[in-house]
């Protein structure tokens, strides 16, 4: 069971996201061939406003697919559902505090099924290409898109391939491996990954799901900010922070709102989009404050933020568009303060949030200070997945180990720095 009643697909054609140009949604669909820029699915929005609205949601279950009429795949039989979507948000008292924040909200992508936002898109990628008769799926990942990749790709019977770096934490590689992926690890960027898995992929025939290289695994995405509407009583926040790495999530979201608006559940206003990258890749970062419409690559990237270390996006003018178009911004972050607010919003109550994430939360400290974001203002951060499958910050010293006997009670607590409590 998925999650969604018995909705079906409004799509109607793909979009060349700069030409414009119309093509068939009905086959495997790659960037545009007019420009290789990415391709955006269109729905017929009036069709899908007859069936979903905030009542008919109400009635259904939980989960991605209760969108079903503004999501790709048209047999509601190949919506394949592994608990993804209808992730909690929530005010995380203490951080925002300390951050100096008033009306802090954390959409916590960490508790879909593979522990990050990435299971949204490869959830709706995967799904569709499944339907149009792919068989078998290959992507390049910086960690937990290929473990995401993997999982959905067992569910549907595909194989699948995934290049990712060398240095690549364990946990993703070895939950790509668990899901009976074949892993590539490529003594390189992400960057460099891509390449290869496009030559693979023209070689073997294999379907590439890159990021924004095909058109689905942005719809997936889209669901964080249908899911925020909703959570937020069919109102936007004023401002959405966003750790962005090829910067999918952050252009689904603006398609989000916008078809909202035409089925007439939201008006014209929007948040002011905030796009955060680390100081050692920012490409983005860079091009928005030059004023350029789109993002050189990032010579040298590095960062301890693997979902980050992006030095070139396929969607940079989507994504500055976006910047732009909502009166937003786009910071990057000191590796040290990413160390720093990691550590931070686990102490203050936040929960062990990814490298990603506490770049998030460590530039809305830098926003509220410089006057960017008033403390009064309801801010929405994006926390893309959870800490465990990361390397930890830096600094952790190990627990102390001690006897289990007795009279080891007093040496724990001399460790602990406490005295033994009153009678």
Request: glycine share 12%; net charge negative.
């Amino acid at each position: 069971m998925n999650g969604s009643d018995v909705t079906t697909s409004t799509l109607t054609h793909l979009e060349g996201s700069e030409s414009g140009r119309s093509y068939d949604a009905d086959v495997l669909q790659r960037t545009d061939p007019a420009d290789n820029r990415p391709l955006l699915a269109r729905y017929d929005l009036d069709r899908a406003a007859r069936s979903l609205s905030p009542k008919s949601l109400a009635q259904r279950g939980g989960g991605l697919w209760r969108w079903a009429e503004l999501l790709p795949v048209r047999d509601p039989q190949r919506q394949l559902w592994l608990g993804e979507g209808s992730t909690a948000l929530y005010p995380p008292t203490r951080l925002a505090r300390a951050l100096g924040m008033d009306r802090l909200l954390i959409k916590a992508e960490g508790a879909n099924p593979t522990g990050s936002f990435k299971a949204r898109g490869m959830a709706a990628a995967v799904s569709r290409a499944a339907e149009l008769g792919a068989t078998t799926l290959i992507a390049p990942s910086a960690g937990n898109a290929g473990g995401a990749l993997a999982a959905y790709g067992a569910a549907a019977g595909l194989p699948v391939t995934v290049v990712m770096p060398a240095d690549v934490p364990a946990a993703n590689r070895e939950e790509a491996l668990v899901c009976d992926a074949d892993v590539l690890l490529v003594e390189g960027l992400i960057s460099d990954c891509g390449r290869i898995s496009a030559q693979i992929a023209t070689a073997t025939g294999a379907f590439d799901v890159s990021t924004l290289k095909e058109p689905y695994r942005l719809e997936g995405k889209k669901t964080m900010g249908l899911e925020l509407v909703e959570d937020l009583g069919w109102r936007l926040p004023d401002v959405i922070v966003y750790p962005t790495g090829g910067g999918t999530g952050l252009v689904g979201m603006a398609k989000a709102f916008d078809e909202l608006e035409a089925m007439g559940l939201v008006g014209a206003e929007r948040p002011r989009m905030v796009s955060v990258q680390a100081e050692g890749c920012a490409p983005l970062v860079r091009a928005f404050h030059a004023g350029e419409r789109r993002a050189e690559p990032w010579v040298g990237a590095t960062t301890r933020a693997g979902g980050l270390r992006v030095p070139a996006a396929i969607g940079d003018t989507l994504v500055l568009d976006a910047l732009r178009s909502s009166g937003g911004t786009a910071v990057a972050v000191p590796e040290d303060e990413i160390d720093a607010m990691q550590r931070s919003a686990g102490r203050l109550g936040a929960g062990y949030v990814s490298p990603e994430s506490a770049a998030a939360l460590a530039a809305i400290r830098e926003l509220v200070a410089a006057g960017t974001i008033g403390a009064d203002e309801q801010v929405v951060a994006f926390d893309t997945g959870v800490g465990h499958k990361y390397p930890p910050p830096p600094g952790l010293a190990d627990p102390p180990v001690v006897g289990a006997d007795e009279q080891d009670v007093d040496r724990m607590l001399a460790l602990l720095d406490r005295g033994a409590a009153p009678a």
